[in-house]
Each structure stands twice: as structure tokens, then as C-alpha cells.
């Protein structure tokens, strides 16, 4: 019995999360992915050449001049740096630092920028920016916007007409965990875009990088992801606990279904017959003005073959050996489940008492029904 309700509940479980698998997934099928990447309104910049700031010297020694602050005062200056990039903020030549970093970019990371030239720090991951950083962050996040996105046709412009300025604003600084991006672990500024979609640019503090825009509809991919991957914690993962937990459960079903299986085969009540006769029935109730024959297939329950002769018999389960209501009386020897046990005294057994929904149509030709 404890099989049963086992493999019962864990079946419930599994069908619910099923359903919301194949809904999840078709809702999926359906969305716009360009749109619920941010592609319709992200301009990724293209890779920055600075062979302009190069120039050779005049005296043939392959020397080279740039304007350049050296990567050896760099070094001097931050020691801890483990990895030098020459970059771009909007139109600033930079040079990033990485002092430490985990093997992905949302990862907790720590990055100094420097200006290239005059070799200043720039902090953007201060909540409370100087103007012209608080400038910067806007002028990055504007120019990774599409112009088309605001239905103007201008080229890619930093600077916004007075009408779409006031579309665009910058939230604040945001530090994890950040609803639009799970998996983040920097501090990120977060610009909010008054467009249809409702888009949000975000940009990682400290390398000034944009990393997403996130719209209504990456909203609505990221929840039917979550529900598809059953990541309830909003891990960013689909290798979490729930779904460890889950498959433990399927596991589980298939235990307590295969032995269910077994213990119909041993009880005798599933046998492979390849032609399945009709089998008689006498049937005597108080109920009934005389005895009834009835005729149904030799490996049908008892029950079922009740309910279809619309002989009245009490079943509250449904015929899942639960309830101990569907009592006949039948001949003493016949076969008793581990339903029957469970459901019935010692002495109804004795006397020959069984569950119509445990027993089939080939065990017995006389039964009699005398429920109250
Ligand atoms: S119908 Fe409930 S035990 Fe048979």
C-alpha cells in the first residue's frame, strides 16, 4: 500500500511538472529570440583599431612612438595587474586591468580602467559619479541603443534629440542579486529606456561594458526558461537542485511503478493471455429482485464488469484498493491481495470477502453483494 501512495503522489508531481514542460517549451517555440535577446535594439561596436595612434620613428630602429602611457609605469602603479587590455570607453582610448577575474564575465571580477593617455584612474563603480562619469555611463548606453528602435532613420548618435532624451534615463547602481540578469555577480548601472518594450541597458561598473538589454520579452523568455529548466532558486542554471531532486523523483516513479507491475504478475492479477474470452458472472445481491448473469472479458476487474452491467456497487477510490468499499462475497480460497489484506478483517477474509477492484473476471463464477 505504501508503494501506492508513493508511486501515486510522486506521479501527481510528475505529471504536473510535465505539463508545465511541454507549456513552457511550446511558449518558448512561439517567442520572438531576436527580440528576447535585445538584438533588435543592441549595436555591438565593432572591434577598435588604433594603428592611428602608431607611428614609426625616422631613424630606421623599428622604434615606434604612441601616446601611450607605458605598460611599465602601469605596472609600477598597479602592481597586482595580471592581464592589460588596450580598449575603448565610448571615446576614450583605455587600458583595462584585470587584477582578478572568475572564467566567466558575470562572475565576481575586479577590473581598473585607466585613461590611455593621461593615465588617470576611471572609477565608474562609485554609486555617487562625478558628472562627466555619470555622462560617460549615459553616452555608452546611448550609443549601444539603435537609433531605428526610437523610429528615427539618424545614424548611431550619442546624443539624443530633446524628444528621446527624456526616454532614456539613468536608474542607478545596482549590486547582485539583480532581477534582470540571475547570474551576475558585478555591480551593474542599469538605464532605463521609455520605449515599447520597456528595455533596460545595463552596463558592468567596473569595465563600463555593456553586457544587456533586457525588454518585456526577455522578461517573458527568462520566466518560461526558469519554469522549462525548473530553476525555482533562479540559479542561472539548469544543473540545480530542484531539477537533482526532480530526477530522483522520476527514478523513484519508475521503482514504484515496475514493483507495482510485479505485484499484479505475482498476485496473478495481470496475466499475457493472447485471446481474451468473455467470462460469466453470477451475481446475487439484495439489491437485485433476482440473481443476474452477466459476461465480460475473463481479465476484467470485477468492478469494472459491475459498473458496466449498471449493477450497483459502492467504490469511493475509483478502484485504486484504497477505500475497502467494494466488498464481495466470493469462495473462501480465492486468491487474497495485499489490498484485500489491507482493507479487510480477518474474518470478512475467512469468510470470503475481496475487493472487487483487486480481483478480475476469471477468479470467480458466483459472487454475492450485500453492502451497507
Ligand atoms: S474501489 Fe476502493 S477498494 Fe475497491
Known sequence: MMFKRVHKWLSLAVFIQLFIWLGSGFLLGKLDMDKAAGRDTLVRNNPTSFARFYENTDDNSGAVNTPFVSVKSLLKNYPMTSEIELSRLFDQVIYKLKINAGQHDYQASHYKLVDAISGELIDLSAEELAPTDKKLIYQIARFSYKDSAFGSSQTQNPNLSADQSEKMSVAGLLY?????????????????????????IYIRAQTGDVIAHVNDETRWRDLLLMLHFMDYAEEGSFNNWFIKIFAVMTLLLSGTGAWGLYRLFSDGRIKITWFDRNKMLLVHSEKLPKAVTLSASANSSILDALSASNIEIRSICGGGGLCGTCKFKGEPELLITAADRERLTPDELALGYRLACQHVMKEVSNIELNQH
Do not use: C, H, K
Not at 547582485?176 to 533596460?200: F, G, Y
Open 176 to 200: 547582485p542579486p539583480i532581477e534582470d540578469l540571475p547570474r551576475e555577480r558585478n555591480a551593474v548601472w542599469q538605464i532605463n529606456v521609455d520605449d515599447v518594450s520597456q528595455t533596460s
